[in-house]
């Protein structure tokens, strides 16, 4: 049973649609994190958080912005969705040194 | 610059052997190590994890290796079933850091019946 949840699992949205990406937690963790992967690549970091009006970039450069306001979410937004932005984003939250991470969000900007 | 190398995009094992999926690194800081499995369309999920303190850590059928040394570790699946099939992450971390894994590409392992 997931303790960290994404929705959607899936979205086809197309160019210049604004899109915001959920991701809710029941652990109670203090940290969160967004990624970005593709296939056959490595998981890049975005944006991450050390807890509640706390958000940080990550090491990849990315044009999309978060929001803490409660410690059980961490929702993603894209103002104006690209094609570039087509990609897997996952959602992890950490209460120690291991993530759990949620089953991802597969975006595809057409 | 790539700090964990995953440098065997695939491996493909017959069920009842030995998988045998290694990783690299660059970062003498990092001394946390973990290994994650992810399903397609799914999420990683936490497989083991093993500390520079250590140079082995034992899961039921997973087993992780360390050489500090070579700055190489690896994770040995004994025996492989095919339900192991999946895209294995090796990622470190840095205590002393951020402690924000960097993970490597991953290697697919297919292991057939």
């Known amino acids: 049973e997931a303790d960290i949840y994404q929705t959607p699992r899936y979205l086809v949205i197309g160019t210049g649609k604004k899109i915001t990406l959920e991701c809710s937690q029941t652990?109670?963790?203090?940290?969160m994190y967004w990624y970005q992967q593709d296939p056959g690549m490595e998981l890049h970091l975005i944006h991450y958080?050390?807890?509640?009006?706390?958000?940080e970039k990550g090491d990849l450069s990315s044009e999309s912005t978060v929001s803490r306001i409660r410690t059980e979410h961490f929702p993603l937004t894209l103002e104006s969705a690209r094609p570039s932005h087509t990609s897997q984003y996952l959602c992890?939250?950490?209460?120690?040194?291991?993530?759990?991470f949620g089953s991802g969000t597969r975006l595809t900007v057409v | 610059d790539q700090q964990v190398k995953q440098n065997s995009p695939s491996l493909s094992v017959q069920e009842g052997r030995i998988s045998i999926l290694n990783c690299d690194y660059t970062?003498?800081?990092?001394?946390?190590f973990l290994w994650y499995k992810k399903y397609p369309a799914e999420g990683p999920t936490f497989l083991i994890s093993?500390?520079?303190?250590?140079d082995k850590n034992e899961d039921g059928r997973f087993t992780v290796f360390l050489n500090k040394s070579a700055k190489h570790l690896s994770l040995h699946i004994v025996p492989s079933q095919p339900g192991d099939s999946a895209v294995y992450f090796c990622?470190?971390?840095?205590?002393?850091?951020?402690?924000?894994?960097?993970f490597g590409r991953g290697t697919s392992l297919i292991v057939h019946p």
């Open positions: 992890a939250s950490s209460g120690g040194w291991g993530y759990t």
């Open positions: 652990m109670g963790h203090d940290k």
């Open positions: 958080s050390y807890g509640v009006n706390s958000t």
């Open positions: 970062n003498s800081m990092f001394d946390y």
């Open positions: 093993i500390s520079s303190i250590k």
């Open positions: 990622a470190a971390s840095e205590t002393g850091g951020s402690y924000i894994p960097t």
